[in-house]
């Protein structure tokens, strides 16, 4: 991946153009570049895990100006569609996310060029770029006093996997909660579930050198399943009196999807998936794990209505309620991004902070 000069054009009606100052590379982000994505497109501009500052708005826009601090989102929030106007979903029916988009909803054309040839978007908000335009929908104008560098995270993984812990599985105080994956999701899923006053959070993973990483999110047990003959369900039953209260799936492996549901207990267990499975994959379990009155989920970006509700986000971070730091283990410039995507694809650390320039 290299830096080269293009033209960001100015924004449209409902558009708002943005100055990005920071970045957090996702692996949805390697994903697309290594072109597993659904429909790659060439060129394209990367990056939907962010924070800025508005530079110019187009037509319409009421509420943001230029100089507001704001996080872009990969998803968004019209306020005018049934979804938008329900309290029980968080899926927007024109901005929810959409991989295969690459222009602009308002004339299906790009913002950014590069001598005259057009250079396509991704996941609306393309934030590997000093400037992008973005849809108002999918931006998030946050406290100004909060700093970008941090809470540029929140606007993808951690309130995902946090949001799916406390919007979707709801754990009660002293309740165990089983977590698959140890990724940044996964851990995300972890500190809420300790923010939630679990008083067990175990940890399901097949690298055992996250163990340690994972206690500064609240875990108190690990399980590898490669340490054990019998299905991890089965384990994590036997380890709880009949299984966990709540578990969340963050790794999108079909199986450990299937394990997620299968360890809550009967009666009153609750499993939510958040992990993006492969698409010919299909979940398998006897129906009567469903008669059993155990409770299963998907939840999509925490639960989180992104105008309405990343606000209140980013303040709890503020009120030191969540410790965002801990997810942020390596620093680099702009000119330096291929060593984020070298971190990620040798799977060191969490979240690398890009720094832009200029």
């Not at 991890?232 to 009949?242: C, K, L, N, P, R």
Request: aromatic share 8%; net charge neutral; charged share 25%.
């Amino acid at each position: 991946m290299s830096r080269t000069a293009g033209q960001v054009a100015p924004p449209q009606k409902l558009e708002v153009r943005l100055k990005i100052l920071y970045n957090a590379l996702c692996h949805t982000d390697v994903y697309f570049w290594e072109a597993k994505g659904q429909t790659p497109l060439f060129p394209r501009i990367l990056g939907h895990e962010a924070a800025g500052i508005v530079e110019s708005v187009g037509e319409g826009v009421t509420d943001l100006k230029p100089g507001d601090h704001v996080l872009p989102v990969f998803t968004g929030e019209c306020k005018e569609c049934r979804h938008c106007k329900s309290e029980e979903s968080n899926m927007c029916d024109l901005l929810r996310i959409n991989t295969d988009r690459g222009v602009m909803l308002n004339d299906g054309k790009t913002r950014f060029s590069k001598n005259g040839q057009p250079i396509y978007h991704f996941l609306g908000t393309s934030t590997f770029s000093e400037y992008t335009v973005a849809h108002v929908g999918c931006v998030v104008k946050i406290n100004p006093a909060a700093p970008l560098d941090k809470v540029c995270v929140l606007s993808c993984g951690i309130s995902t996997g946090m949001g799916a812990t406390l919007n979707v599985a709801k754990p009660k105080k002293g309740s165990t909660v089983a977590v698959f994956g140890l990724g940044a999701v996964g851990l995300a899923a972890c500190e809420g579930a300790r923010m939630a006053g679990a008083s067990r959070i175990i940890c399901v993973d097949l690298n055992p050198k996250r163990f340690e990483e994972a206690k500064k999110f609240g875990l108190t047990e690990f399980v590898n399943p490669n340490d054990h003959k019998k299905p991890v369900q089965e384990v994590i039953a036997e380890m709880t009196d009949g299984g966990v209260d709540r578990s969340i799936e963050c790794t999108g492996d079909v199986n450990a999807m299937i394990s997620a549901f299968e360890c809550v207990h009967d009666g009153w267990g609750v499993a939510v998936l958040v992990g993006v499975p492969t698409k010919d994959a299909a979940f398998k379990t006897h129906p009567v794990n469903l008669l059993s009155e155990r409770t299963l989920k998907g939840a999509f970006f925490g639960k989180y209505k992104p105008r309405s509700d990343l606000p209140s986000v980013v303040e709890k971070y503020m009120n030191k309620e969540i410790q965002v730091e801990k997810f942020i283990t390596h620093q680099v410039s702009f000119s330096e991004i291929n060593k984020a995507f070298d971190y990620m694809l040798k799977g060191e650390g969490l979240r690398c902070l890009i720094r832009m320039e200029g």
